[in-house]
């Protein structure tokens, strides 16, 4: 059922024999992985080169959790009358159709783990549709704000321009279906280029593209293009979609699912995962989750989701729409530390009322926000706009991949610090806005300066000049030593626009910062000099 709902686990799973986590559902938890046939020295036999690459190129070794169930015990299910649906390398499950009574022979089979799931905490009341996908909202106005505008409120934009839309990057879309996407304009050119990798449902036996299109107006955000009209945050990338639920009802199952959906992304060597679902309440309330649980150890998403970060994958999550609902707070898996978890602001910079708040200060949660309020996306060949956390997670999660291109090397958590570091409101940080707005340019020639090794140590290098998401001009140099250099900013007619002199310190990179009211109108081409004893230079920028 498509609520942002956020849902909750219990005790450690490793002591659980079976759950059942929806009518006629169960999960079995394994004792083990002894005696199977899979080794950890031939990974390619249950992962692909270019998810070994991966973790070769992060020195993430491949380790026990990497290896799949041991196929005996899934056929000891089979033989005992389950149907199973799927299993976890990770967590070292199987999720099962069964009854009763299939379960309890299931159960008696030694490795299987003999302990029991007994959760009783306080309930909370159930999300409503509206919490978890975001109000319906799709309607077209003159005065909506375009697929550039939110892009540019994260600065997005230039790293488009250096020609960072993704490409090369693997990104996988979970979420709850496709309808249609297989179908409109909007994503013809993933199709016709080949960028489509894979889909897989893990809620049901149906076709992704039919059955809710939540997942299609979210991919939109990400890699729908129209004309001049629309373009994605990483129209370039190439894309899983995988479904992990079906819509018409809420199950504790729907988290496994998720765990599913996130090892079959590992397994194809995705590298940046856009989760827009979360989990606090269920149908069945003894399954819902406590506040206590958003610790991002407790529930099975969420440590899930920090597996996937720690096998090489950025993890991007809305925080959720609960922020004037009863549940408040966010929820599962945006609660895992090492998840981007993504709140909702205006294109303004206001903060979004509806949008899900961190349990407190000191929990870092929201990490950021983008816009999520009246934010453009594709639906059949018309751009309308709607709000959630939902939309403000994709357009960032895309801005995440450009990023992973332009710096394939860089470690994910440095990564999400600089993104976490670039915010307008860093170093401090609330529970409405996170660290704020990123600002993606500069956390790219942030994370160009850390790994910066001058190519002539004796000499003034002219690093970079840009534009960050508050309009100033950031301008950066290396020098050997301490010298005096003079900065000039003119247009193409040579009008001057700023002409200062500044020290450079010795042995660093210095940064120049230029508010942009000095320096002339949005949409114009500057040129920036810095010259000095022995050494003059010039780059080019566009001002926003």
């Not at 036999?45 to 990497?66: C, G, K, M, Y």
């Not at 196929?71 to 089979?78: E, I, K, L």
Request: charged content about 20%; some cysteine.
């Amino acid at each position: 059922m498509i609520k942002f709902t956020y849902l909750f686990l219990i005790v450690l799973f490793s002591q659980i024999a079976f759950a059942q986590v929806a009518p006629d559902q169960y999960v079995i938890f394994f004792n083990t992985k002894e005696g199977t046939p899979y080794s950890i020295d031939e990974p390619e036999n249950f992962l692909t080169q270019r998810a070994i690459e991966r973790r070769t190129r992060f020195s993430i070794p491949v380790n026990e959790t990497d290896l799949p169930v041991n196929p005996a015990f899934v056929d000891s299910c089979y033989a005992a009358g389950a149907d199973v649906r799927y299993t976890s390398r990770w967590f070292n499950f199987a999720v099962v159709e069964a009854t009763d009574e299939i379960v309890a022979i299931i159960e008696q089979m030694s490795f299987v783990d003999a302990s029991r799931l007994n959760r009783t905490g306080k309930v909370f009341s159930q999300a409503t549709d509206d919490s978890k996908f975001g109000a319906p909202s799709k309607y077209k106005r003159a005065s909506s704000p375009t697929s550039d505008d939110v892009q540019q409120q994260i600065n997005l934009k230039p790293l488009h321009q250096l020609g960072f839309k993704g490409s090369g990057v693997r990104v996988a879309v979970i979420d709850a279906g496709f309808t249609s996407l297989d179908d409109m304009e909007a994503f013809d050119h993933l199709f016709d280029e080949g960028r489509v990798i894979a889909t897989r449902n893990f809620a049901d036996d149906a076709n992704i593209y039919y059955g809710h299109s939540h997942g299609t107006s979210v991919s939109s955000i990400m890699c729908g293009r129209l004309g001049n009209e629309f373009e994605g945050s990483a129209s370039d990338a190439e894309y899983i979609f995988i479904r992990s639920e079906t819509g018409a009802t809420e199950y504790l199952v729907e988290e496994y699912n998720w765990v599913a959906a996130a090892e079959f992304a590992d397994s194809l060597g995705v590298d940046v995962i856009n989760t827009s679902l979360g989990y606090t309440t269920f149908d069945w309330p003894q399954h819902s989750h406590t506040y206590d649980d958003l610790d991002g150890q407790t529930a099975i998403a969420s440590r899930a989701a920090g597996m996937a970060f720690d096998k090489g994958m950025l993890v991007v999550a809305s925080a959720g729409n609960s922020g004037a609902g009863s549940w408040t707070y966010i929820g599962v898996p945006g609660d895992h530390p090492n998840v981007l978890t993504i709140g909702s602001v205006n294109v303004d910079g206001y903060y979004s009322s509806f949008s899900s708040i961190g349990l407190s200060v000191e929990s870092g949660k929201p990490d950021v926000v983008a816009c999520g309020e009246n934010t453009p996306y594709i639906s059949g060949s018309t751009v309308y706009h709607g709000n959630g956390t939902s939309f403000s997670s994709p357009l960032v999660a895309g801005a995440v991949a450009c990023l992973r291109q332009a710096l394939p090397e860089i470690s994910g958590i440095d990564i999400l610090n600089a993104i976490r570091q670039s915010s307008h409101l860093h170093p401090d940080n609330t529970q409405q806005m996170g660290f704020g707005i990123p600002d993606f340019t500069d956390a790219y020639f942030s994370l160009l300066d850390s790994q910066y090794i001058p190519s002539h140590l004796f000499e003034v290098d002219f690093i970079s000049a840009y534009t960050d998401n508050q309009k100033a001009i950031r301008v950066k140099f290396y020098s050997p030593r301490r010298i005096e250099a003079e900065v000039k900013i003119y247009n193409l007619q040579q009008q001057l626009f700023y002409n200062r002199k500044h020290q450079l310190e010795g042995a660093r990179v210095t940064d120049i910062f230029i508010p942009n009211a000095e320096v002339g109108g949005s949409g114009q081409l500057l040129l920036v000099n810095i010259s000095g004893e022995g050494f003059s230079e010039t780059k080019k920028i566009i001002l926003p």
